[in-house]
Every structure is written in C-alpha cells, then in structure tokens.
C-alpha cells in the first residue's frame, strides 16, 4: 500500500508475503535501497515456469559489442571492455566489438547489419544515452525496434535509483528486438555497465534470446 504525507510518500508491505511474520514495514524513499534488497530477495521465488524457461534457454549466445562514443578507443574503452569481460566470464562468445561515434551516422547502419546475422543472438550497447545534444544512441535505435522491451530501462532506473538517486532519470536505456536479435542499451560508464550486466542482463539475456527466437 501507497500512502503520501506532504512530500514524502510510503510504502508499507506486509512481511508475510516473505514468511511468517506479520507486521507492516514501512519503508521511506531514503531507505529505496533496503526496499530494493527485499524486493528482490521476495521475488527470488519464480514462477514452475519460467525456471523451465531458463532451464531450456541456450547456454552460450554470440554478442557483439557497441560503444557509443565521440572520445573512446580501443585503449580507453573500458566499458566495453567490463562488457567482453563478464559476457566472456558467463560463457557467452564475444564475435564482435566496435566503437562508433555518437549520432546515428555509424551507429543505425551498423545495427542493421548484425541484425540480420543469423549467428548473432544479441547486441549490447553502451554511451550515448544521456539529453546532451550530442546523445543520441535512444533516437538511433528505437526506430529499428520491432519489439519493444520497457521493462528493461524501467528496471535499470529502479535499480540506478539506488545508487545515484534521481539522477537515474537522466539514463534513457533501452531495450528491444530488431528481427530476433536482442538490442539493450546502457549508459557509458563503468558503474552502470557493472549494474546493468550483472543484475539484469546477465541473468536474463538467454531466457530472452530463447522467446525472442521461438518459432
């Protein structure tokens, strides 16, 4: 239940939706971040099928990766690298990297070729996601969507909020389908790379892959 007090507001849930205790928790967005660990500690019990899902989800995907940016370069792309690094560490295959400029010069085109390889089961994305003028990773690919994944950017900010408060709004990820091949975009620096990687994509990019390419 949701109850406002002048200009805070509340959350109050009641603990035996977690086990057997009964009284309510009242929860303030200064504590968002307690109430993240028990969100998601709650909902660490899955439903009979979705764990079939994930269990017939393909081990290993092939990914390419983006960075978006007017500055970086092989050398000092380092979000890129923490990408190629935990994908690799998952046991996915990193079968291709680029970095491209920021606009939609290099970025749409470049999307729309590894959208049509059949060996490609997801492109991850990183910069270019902000409202400066020169932003413009989220005008590139949404327009290519032919599916779209909100939940993905909605997730982010939640779990951002946490972090760096309501400064998560300035993040536009996104995510979607070109074709069957999986696009989800991240801001640009490490931090949110390590958080987007580790609590979203990671865990649920071969359960995507696996309903994006149902037939």
């Not at 928790?25 to 307690?34: E, I, S």
């Not at 081990?59 to 935990?86: K, M, N, Q």
């Amino acid at each position: 239940m949701v109850y406002e007090s002048g200009e805070d507001f509340c959350i109050l849930m009641s603990l035996s939706a977690f086990g057997q205790l009964s009284a309510p928790l009242d929860l303030h967005l200064a504590n968002w971040d307690k109430f993240s660990d028990i969100l998601f500690w709650g909902s660490s019990t899955v439903s009979e099928s979705v764990v079939e899902h994930r269990a017939s989800s393909p081990a290993t995907l092939s990914v390419a990766v983006i960075t978006v940016s007017d500055t970086r370069t092989p050398a000092t792309d380092t979000s890129g690298e923490l990408i190629v690094t935990l994908a690799e560490r998952a046991g996915h295959r990193v079968v291709d990297r680029a970095i491209v400029p920021d606009g939609p010069h290099q970025l749409k085109p470049l999307l729309e070729a590894l959208s049509t390889r059949a060996d490609l089961h997801a492109v991850l994305v990183t910069g270019g996601t902000g409202i400066s003028p020169r932003d413009q990773t989220y005008e590139t690919v949404v327009p290519l969507l032919t599916r779209s994944l909100s939940g993905f950017g909605e997730l982010f900010r939640m779990l951002s909020y946490a972090e760096i408060g309501p400064a998560c709004l300035l993040s536009r990820a996104v995510g979607g389908l070109i074709g069957q091949t999986v696009v989800l975009v991240m801001p640009g620096s490490r931090a949110a790379v390590e958080l987007a990687m580790n609590k979203i994509i990671l865990p649920e990019l071969p359960h995507l892959v696996r309903e994006a390419r149902k037939s």
